[in-house]
C-alpha cells in the first residue's frame, strides 16, 4: 500500500514552453499533496502544499503563478511550470498524506525536468 | 534559522557492519520524526517513524534512537548491505498534521 505515481518521469522542453507533471496516489485517498523541488546533492524544498479542493498554500519565495498547482480529486495533484526557463530545471517531487494516517508522506519517484 | 541538521554529510561503511545515521534538531516542539532513505534518482521512501512521546523504534534491521533531551536523533542499521547504499535523510514534523522540515542528508556508502 502507499504508492505514489508521478508521469512524465522525465521531460525535455524548450524555454518558454509550460509543462505539466501528474502526481498521483494509487491505493489511498490523499487530501493533503506536497510538491518539492530538489536539486543535485541538495536536501528537498518544499514548495506548496495542496489540499484537496481549495488553493494550495504556496512557501516563501515560490511563485504561485509560474508554478501552478490543481488537486482536483483525493487521488490526482498536478504541477505546471510555466514559461520554463532553463533554471526550472530540477528534481520534482510530489508526496502524499492520507485522511487518518496523519503526518506520514509517501513519496512518488520524481520528475526529472530539463529546460533547453 | 530553526532546522533540523545531520552530523556528517557522508558516511563509508564496510559490507556486514552497523551504520549509525545522527541528526539534530533544534525545536523542542517537534512532536513526529521519519527517517527517508533516497536512492539516486528517485523518491525518497520510508524508512521507520518515532513520535515524540518514545525514545526508541525498532524495525527490521533499522532502529531510530530519540534523545529529546539534546534533541539528537540517530538511525542505525544492522548488518549493512550495498542495497543500503543511499542518501538519508530525516524529517521532523513540527505540529500534528503540519508539514515537514528536511535535514540536509548523509550519503551512506557501503564497501563489499
Known amino acids: 500500500g502507499a504508492v505514489v505515481s508521478q508521469h512524465p518521469s522525465r521531460v525535455i522542453c524548450k524555454s518558454g514552453t509550460s509543462v505539466k507533471i501528474e502526481c498521483r496516489s494509487l491505493d489511498f485517498q490523499a487530501t493533503t499533496m506536497f510538491w518539492y523541488r530538489q536539486f543535485p546533492k541538495q536536501s528537498l524544498m518544499l514548495m506548496a502544499t495542496?489540499?484537496?479542493?481549495?488553493?494550495?498554500?504556496?512557501e516563501q519565495g515560490v511563485e504561485k503563478d509560474k508554478f501552478l498547482i490543481n488537486h482536483a480529486s483525493l487521488t490526482l495533484s498536478t504541477l505546471t511550470v510555466t514559461s520554463a526557463h532553463p533554471e526550472d530545471s530540477s528534481f520534482y517531487i510530489c508526496s502524499a498524506r492520507a485522511r487518518g494516517w496523519q503526518e506520514t508522506q509517501y513519496f512518488g519517484p520524481g520528475t526529472r525536468l530539463l529546460v533547453l | 534559522g530553526e532546522s533540523v541538521g545531520l552530523h556528517l554529510p557522508t558516511l563509508s561503511v564496510q559490507e556486514g557492519d552497523n551504520s549509525i545515521i545522527n541528526c539534530a534538531y533544534s525545536n523542542s516542539a517537534s512532536d513526529y520524526f521519519i527517517w527517508y532513505k533516497q536512492e539516486s534518482g528517485k523518491g525518497p521512501q520510508f524508512i521507520i517513524d518515532?513520535?515524540?512521546?518514545?525514545d526508541k523504534r525498532q524495525g527490521q534491521r533499522v532502529t531510530v534512537l530519540l534523545n529529546k533531551t539534546v534533541k539528537h536523533l540517530s538511525l542505525q542499521i544492522a548488518a549493512t548491505q550495498p542495497g543500503d547504499s543511499a542518501v538519508y535523510f530525516c524529517?521532523?514534523?513540527?505540529?500534528?498534521?503540519?508539514?515537514?522540515?528536511f535535514g540536509q542528508g548523509t550519503e551512506l556508502s557501503v564497501k563489499p
Open positions: 495542496s489540499n484537496e479542493g481549495s488553493k494550495a498554500t504556496y
Open positions: 524529517a521532523e514534523n513540527r505540529r500534528q498534521g503540519g508539514k515537514l522540515i
Open positions: 518515532i513520535r515524540s512521546n518514545m
